[in-house]
């Protein structure tokens, strides 16, 4: 039932993106599944991946992404595809039990800190409207706003009371609806995080070949981006360890 469910959903995504009589991109995506099937792993990733560049932006097709890279054995790229649906569905069971059976490849894994129960309330609030749809709320309610203001200026004959409760209840939802859109934007476009790619990756105490190393990170690890020079990336991880790394070891989320 899951997965009708969810073929579904992708075929309705897919329909919207394209002519009407037409389903190129659906019929690709059911060769990736066939594929898979047959275990050719890297073959149906990288068809994943095409659907994937080509725009289509799905937790779905990520999970099956991650889940193709994860048998063709790049822990890396299938952790990068689990992440990515988690950015777009952040409570995703399929997402986050995947990810946490690809985490223990590995090596020196350290547990994200999990979040408190406010943080996950406001994620999932954050998360009910797209970018565009909280933006185009906190413009209803904006204008709104104005109207009662404007008849409380024009017409005080008016019931001054409920005009005032009109005025405060549009005020507060207007900037209940814009912070979260600021909120769901800057989630969507920061790119503060990403994962490892590369097998073992050399930490440097500086951004310059001849620092010390100072411990070493696998393919897989996640890690926070917190400043940056042309070459390298100053990065931290969920226990408080820092280091510079070069940038291209690092696949932005």
């Known amino acids: 039932m899951k997965s009708l469910l969810t073929a579904c959903c992708f075929f309705f995504l897919l329909y919207n993106s394209s002519k009407a009589g037409e389903y190129p991109e659906l019929i690709k995506y059911d060769q990736a599944n066939a594929i898979f099937g047959q275990k050719k792993y890297s073959e149906a990733a990288a068809m994943f991946q095409q659907l994937i560049d080509e725009g289509y932006n799905h937790p779905e097709l990520y999970i099956n992404a991650g889940n193709a890279w994860y048998k063709a054995n790049r822990t890396g790229l ?3 595809n689990y992440e990515k649906a988690l950015i777009l569905d952040p409570f995703n069971k399929a997402a986050l039990h995947n990810r946490s059976v690809a985490n223990q490849r590995v090596e020196g894994y350290v547990n994200d800190l999990p979040l ?5 309330w406001w994620l999932q609030l954050q998360h009910f409207y797209s970018p565009n749809g909280w933006a185009i709320g906190s413009i209803v309610f904006f204008w709104f706003l104005i109207a009662v203001v404007i008849s409380i200026l024009l017409k005080p004959s008016l019931k001054p009371a409920l005009l005032k409760w009109g005025a405060v209840t549009s005020g507060i939802l207007f900037l209940c609806f814009i912070s ?8 969507v476009n920061t790119h503060d995080t990403g994962i490892i790619m590369g097998n073992v990756v050399k930490v440097k105490a500086g951004p310059d070949q001849g620092s010390k190393d100072v411990f070493e990170l696998h393919e897989g690890t996640k890690v926070q981006v917190t400043d940056a020079t042309q070459e390298y990336c100053k990065i931290m991880l969920p226990d408080g360890k820092t280091g510079w790394l070069t940038c291209a070891e690092i696949k932005r989320l």
């Open 78 to 80: 299938a952790i990068y």
């Open 116 to 120: 408190l129960f406010f943080q996950r």
């Open 180 to 187: 979260l859109a600021v909120s769901a934007y800057v989630s």
